[in-house]
């Protein structure tokens, strides 16, 4: 498959994927209130920070080490799994210090799994990009969309008669929309580390030498500047 036509399959499922987040941000809107909804996107938006920094911008440094072929996938595949593990220790730690205010034990657990999830979906989204596999990735993540916005629909019963009031649901039914948020991150990650192995021929994982890590890092470092 020519170049050309790898990327015109990225715009399509690319589009498509964003497509599903927007529609997803909308019902979520019209469900919740703005009230609601606006606390929800706002804790999404600081924990964008949060994983911006965690992540170190780890997934640039594998696009750019994959694709020229400098460090071997398998090393690639290792670090990218072992570089997300640690993230909800130290999500907790943030908690340990109080922030966010007023947030209990539930809320706590799914924000942990949706950092380290997202991590996943970050690196092992550059592994495909470095193996100028533009498709796989989106499309993991436009289906699992999908299946989250007919969920949505179906838990809230959903009516697009704009006279109907959505946000009458029951906070029990907001509780599970939410959780359902970080669920399908969650599920979204699981399957690209799934998928990568088969994809991607990664039989068997390894880590990256000492001189490999420091060219990672050094890389990485030089992109998080960049994107702060």
């Known amino acids: 498959m020519g170049l050309a036509k790898k990327i015109g399959e990225n715009v399509f499922w690319r589009g498509l994927y964003l497509a599903s987040l927007f ?3 909308l019902l979520m809107a019209r469900i919740l209130g703005a009230g609601e909804s606006g606390q929800f996107f706002l804790l999404i938006n600081n924990l964008a920070l949060i994983i911006l920094v965690i992540s170190f911008c780890l997934e640039a440094a594998i696009v750019f080490y994959g694709a020229s072929g400098r460090i071997a996938f398998n090393k690639l595949a290792g670090i990218a799994l072992l570089w997300s593990l640690p993230a909800p220790i130290i999500i907790a730690v943030f908690f340990w210090f109080g922030w966010p205010p007023q947030t209990n034990s539930p809320e706590i657990l799914f924000i942990m799994v949706y950092v380290f999830s997202f991590l996943l979906i970050n690196n092992f989204s550059g592994l495909f990009h470095a193996h100028q596999n533009f498709s796989t990735g989106n499309q993991v993540l436009t289906l699992v969309n999908i299946f989250y916005i007919t969920y949505i629909l ?7 008669d704009k ?9 029990a039914v907001q509780e599970r929309i939410k ?3 970080f669920i399908t991150v969650f599920i979204q990650g699981i399957i690209l580390v799934i998928v990568s192995r088969t994809r991607l021929s990664l039989k068997k994982w390894e880590l990256p030498s000492v001189a490999e890590m420091q060219l990672l890092l050094r890389y990485a470092g030089q992109s998080l500047i960049a994107n702060i």
């Open 154 to 160: 179906v838990t809230s019963n959903f009516s697009f």
């Open 23 to 25: 529609l997803i941000n």
């Open 163 to 171: 006279n109907v009031d959505q946000i009458g649901n029951s906070l």
């Open 179 to 181: 959780w359902g948020y």
